[in-house]
């Protein structure tokens, strides 16, 4: 994996209850990670997003190594009794 290896999401991930109702951010700003992700999930480009929310390629990362994190720690049940 290179370089992501070497990055730790919390360096550019905060979390302050006085900004965006405590939900985690890219550090030093208001974007939410949700809002990365599903921007992600909607087929824009890194570039896209870069432009239209002035954050870095490595606040994407972050966000994704943080949703990762997430995805390992926690599952939800799905519908139909999948999980």
């Known amino acids: 994996m290179g370089d992501r290896d070497t990055m730790n999401w919390r360096d550019r991930i905060s979390v302050d209850s006085n900004v965006c109702h405590g939900k985690?951010?890219?550090k030093g700003t208001r974007v939410m990670v949700s809002v990365v992700l599903d921007n992600l999930a909607a087929g824009e480009?890194?570039?896209e997003i870069m432009r239209g929310y002035h954050i870095d390629e490595e606040d994407i990362q972050a966000a994704?190594?943080?949703a990762a994190d997430l995805a390992r720690d926690r599952m939800?049940?799905?519908p139909g009794g999948a999980a």
């Open 24 to 26: 985690p951010c890219i």
């Open 45 to 47: 480009s890194h570039e």
């Open 64 to 66: 994704l190594q943080y």
């Open 76 to 78: 939800l049940v799905l």
